[in-house]
C-alpha cells in the first residue's frame, strides 16, 4: 500500500467533482431543458481539474526536499524519545528507566542532551 494509495485517493476524489458537474449538466437539461452557460465551464473546469497532472503541479508549486532517509533502529533511537513504551509500561519501567538515565548521564547521552538544548534555543529564543 504505502504511499501509492494516498496519491490514488486523492486523484478519485477529483473524480467526484466531474460527476458533480455532470449531474449539474443532467439537472439543467431536465429541468430547464437547456444548458447553463456556468455549469457547462463548471464542467469544463471539472474535467481540466481532474486529468491535469496535479502531482507535478504541486511539486512545482510547493517544493519539498526529498527525503534524507534517516531510518534508525529502535534499538538505537529509542533514547532520543522523550517517551517510550517501555519507560511508561508499569511492567517495565523501572529497568527501562534505570537504561535511560545511564544512557543520558554517558558522553553520547551527554552529546545528544546538547545538540537538543541548542535546537530548543535556536527555535524558541525570540528574535
Not at 504511499?3 to 478519485?12: A, H, I, K, V, Y
Not at 491535469?52 to 534517516?70: H, I, K, M, S, Y
Not at 544512557?103 to 538544548?117: D, E, F, T, V, W
Request: charged fraction near 20%; include cysteine.
Amino acid at each position: 500500500m504505502g504511499d501509492s494509495l494516498n496519491l490514488t485517493m486523492t486523484e478519485l476524489i477529483e473524480f467526484q467533482i466531474v460527476i458533480y458537474a455532470l449531474s449539474l449538466l443532467v439537472y439543467d437539461k431536465l429541468i430547464y431543458n437547456t444548458y447553463s452557460l456556468l455549469v457547462i465551464c463548471g464542467l469544463f473546469l471539472a474535467v481540466l481539474n481532474a486529468f491535469l497532472p496535479q502531482e507535478a503541479f504541486n511539486r512545482w508549486l510547493f517544493p519539498v526536499e526529498e527525503d534524507r532517509g534517516t531510518e534508525l533502529l529502535y534499538s538505537v533511537a529509542q533514547f532520543q524519545f522523550h517517551e517510550a513504551y517501555e519507560r511508561t509500561n508499569p511492567a517495565t519501567k523501572f529497568l527501562a528507566t534505570q537504561r535511560w538515565e545511564a544512557y543520558r548521564n554517558s558522553a553520547q547521552g551527554q552529546k545528544l542532551q546538547s545538540i537538543q538544548k541548542s535546537i530548543h534555543k535556536s527555535r524558541f529564543s525570540p528574535k
